[in-house]
């Protein structure tokens, strides 16, 4: 038997934390069901910001601001991990629907925690992390087993888009690694050889419906996620069926309402490991946004407003690949579009652009999902917009 549960029906004002492009379709989906939207982001040209009912633009933290959303909004979400977990315990003591609660931020907002988290027995199904270590101190450099080298240097907290994360080839590196990122804590994560990764994206709603997304197969250039394949083309149907068995366990485990996404690693030799796990929507579940009945930003909605979930079928083989600033052409003072037309003209190309008006290396700038019949024949076609956007 279902729980009855509270829920909060359109044209109820609903709050996002942060107002980049996650906010910005958290936002969307909303507002297509009919609600309101306060926008939390001290940029004055957020993305999210430049659509909302409402953008109030001050700090995380703001006591004023914080106390203003409240009167607002009947509910809140965020859309980064780094959310401060006593902003979101303040929306709860105000009596406000809160997903995720802070119990879930806080571990996925600290490698160190997420690592012990996810390595405890029964939280993932058995399924492991890399093999780590943790350095809070100096003195903790000394004690780094020599089997983790290479191995990746990786910061506790505020690690994005691989930033944050030095490759150390030898132990006698790791001191000028951990120089490197600043001497603050952080695991030292022994570098393993990838045959591909996934990620699984699930939802959770507040009468313990879960709900999984088919699982999809990423390709990073640079550390930042440049392509998603769904349906995943490497998986095996058994190495699906542990991902999602182990992630049903962590959403669980996490007491997760909401939309989470976990990474894992499957190695050459067939093992899975778990990475990381973010509590929000994914760059790797865009592709939901054009192949899915239900999108993962209105699944957050959903989610948050205590709304039965939607669907998470797959519609169509998509592929999304995401456009960065590093395709915006430098050559004049004023900011020159690429050529939009060559990605418009391919009929199964759906653009996504984030309103974002300074196009800077490495900055998601949008994306594009590709349908089609099958990820092998759209990875074949989307080699003409690679090249017309001068990304290869
Ligand atoms: P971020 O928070 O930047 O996404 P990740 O921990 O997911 O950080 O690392 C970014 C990418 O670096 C991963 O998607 C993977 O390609 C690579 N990577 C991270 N950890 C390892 C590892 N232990 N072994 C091999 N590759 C790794
Ligand atoms: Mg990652």
Not at 113 to 132: M, R, V, W
Not at 303 to 329: F, K
Not at 367 to 392: E, R
């Amino acid at each position: 038997m279902k729980q009855r549960i509270e829920s909060l029906l359109p044209p109820a004002f609903l709050g996002i934390l942060g107002g980049g492009q996650l906010g910005r379709f958290f936002t969307q989906a909303a507002q297509d069901l009919g609600y309101k939207v306060c926008v939390l982001d001290p940029d004055p040209l957020s993305p999210a910001g430049a659509i909302a009912d409402k953008h109030i633009r001050a700090d995380y933290e703001e006591p004023s601001a914080l106390s203003e959303m409240a009167n607002i909004c009947q509910a809140v979400s965020t859309e980064f991990e780094n959310v401060p977990a006593k902003t979101l315990d303040y929306f709860v003591s105000r009596g406000l629907l809160v997903s995720p609660l802070s119990f879930a931020v806080s571990i996925a907002q600290d490698r160190i925690a997420e690592k012990s988290f996810l390595n405890t027995p029964d939280h993932a199904a058995g399924i492991k992390s890399a093999p780590y270590h943790t350095l809070l101190e100096e003195v903790d450099l000394a004690t780094v087993d020599s089997h983790l080298f290479p191995g990746i240097l990786k910061t506790a907290r505020l690690g994005y888009d691989g930033k944050g994360q030095v490759f150390v080839a030898h132990s006698r590196d790791l001191r000028a690694a951990w120089q490197a990122i600043g001497n603050v804590p952080a695991v030292l994560e022994k570098k393993l050889q990838l045959a591909y990764e996934i990620s699984a994206l699930v939802v959770r709603g507040r009468d313990d419906e879960i709900k999984l997304y088919p699982l999809a197969e990423n390709q990073h250039v640079g550390g930042i996620l440049h392509l998603s394949l769904v349906p995943a083309p490497s998986i095996t149907t058994e190495i699906e069926r542990k991902i999602n068995e182990a992630t049903i366990q962590i959403v669980k485990h996490l007491d997760y309402v909401g939309v989470l996404c976990i990474e894992y690693f499957v190695l050459t030799d067939g093992e899975i490991v778990t990475n990381e796990v973010a509590p929000r929507p994914h760059n790797s579940g865009h592709y939901t946004l054009d192949a899915c009945v239900t999108s993962q930003f209105e699944q957050q909605v959903r989610a948050l407003a205590g709304l039965p979930l939607g669907s998470t079928e797959l519609l169509c083989p998509a592929v999304m690949l995401n456009l960065l600033g590093d395709i915006w052409p430098t050559s004049t003072d004023e900011v020159v579009q690429p050529p939009w037309h060559l990605v418009l003209n391919q009929p199964m190309n759906k653009l996504h652009l984030y309103g974002k008006s300074e196009p800077k290396i490495g900055r998601k700038m949008g994306h594009i999902t590709i349908l089609g019949k099958s990820t092998q024949s759209i990875m074949a076609s989307i080699q003409q917009t690679i090249t017309n956007l001068g990304m290869d």
